[in-house]
């Protein structure tokens, strides 16, 4: 069975880092993506990494200030992120597919292809 526990959430000054963290357990070959939620607010996907060659994506908003990484020997997929904006304020999800073969890119799954998620860790950024 998969299961995805997110931590390092937490309340931050503009301009601060934070890094969360998604233990994963029951995961050989994955792509994990990192998706937010504001309130009121779609959930959007902000960056992935799969497996299968390490391969990473971001979405627009966040390159340059995000980077996505993983431990294999910790099975923990890492979410940096540098220069933090109050409009990164969100619930932090990590989400799973154990295929990452299905797309060439990691970007390509969607947000309902990824079956597998966790609890979620609430980040604020203040002003």
């Known amino acids: 069975e998969v299961q995805l526990v997110e931590s390092g959430g937490g309340l931050v000054q503009a301009g601060g880092s934070l890094r969360l963290s998604c233990a994963a357990s029951?995961?050989?070959?994955?792509?994990i993506g990192w998706f937010r939620q504001a309130p009121g607010k779609e959930r959007e996907g902000v960056a992935c990494?799969?497996?299968?060659?390490?391969?990473?994506e971001y979405d627009d908003s966040v390159k340059g200030r995000f980077t996505i990484s993983s431990d294999n020997a910790k099975n923990t997929v890492y979410l940096r992120m540098n220069s933090l904006k109050p409009e990164d304020t969100a619930v932090y999800y990590c989400?799973?597919?154990?295929?990452?073969?299905?797309?060439?890119?990691?970007?390509?799954?969607?947000?309902?292809?990824?079956?597998?998620w966790g609890q979620g860790t609430q980040v604020t950024v203040s002003s």
């Open positions: 990494i799969s497996s299968s060659d390490g391969s990473s």
């Open positions: 989400a799973a597919n154990t295929d990452p073969l299905v797309y060439q890119y990691c970007s390509a799954y969607g947000s309902g292809e990824y079956p597998y």
């Open positions: 029951g995961l050989d070959d994955y792509v």
